[in-house]
Nanobody, 122 residues
Framework: QVHLVESGGGVVQTGGALRLSCAAS????????MAWFRQAPGKEREFVAT????????RYADSVKGRFTISRDNVKNTMYLQMSSLKPEDTAVYYC???????????????WGQGTQVTVSS
């Protein structure tokens, strides 16, 4: 069992930056894939980025490529999402997830955090 807790969300102006963190407990993260998804009001949950346990495989949604950077520290059992050049359309609840293989599909992941709100004001 893995327990995930996101932090770092908040309100930022267009063009600003935020760094999200996902702290895991319950088991080591060194052997499992992790990812970020997001869900905006009235929309379906969508893939943002994923990173393999080694960090060698990383994928991004086209909408965030070049602006967001996913990383992880397996010693600290923590995953990060550095977000820059934020846009109003990035406003959403951001969820941390773990399990499965690097994928853009949410149903391959086994564990989910409660989410952290990111609001980008115009």
């Amino acid at each position: 069992q893995v327990h995930l807790v996101e932090s770092g969300g908040g309100v930022v102006q267009t063009g600003g930056a935020l760094r999200l963190s996902c702290a895991a407990s319950g088991r080591t993260l060194s052997s499992i894939t992790m990812a970020w998804f997001r869900q905006a009001p009235g929309k379906e949950r969508e893939f943002v980025a994923t990173i393999s346990w080694s960090g060698n495989t990383i994928r991004y949604a086209d909408s965030v490529k070049g602006r967001f950077t996913i990383s992880r520290d397996n010693v600290k059992n923590t995953m990060y999402l550095q977000m820059s050049s934020l846009k109003p359309e990035d406003t959403a609840v951001y969820y941390c997830t773990a399990g499965g293989l690097p994928s853009k599909m949410s149903d391959v992941y086994d564990y989910w955090g409660q989410g952290t709100q990111v609001t980008v004001s115009s």
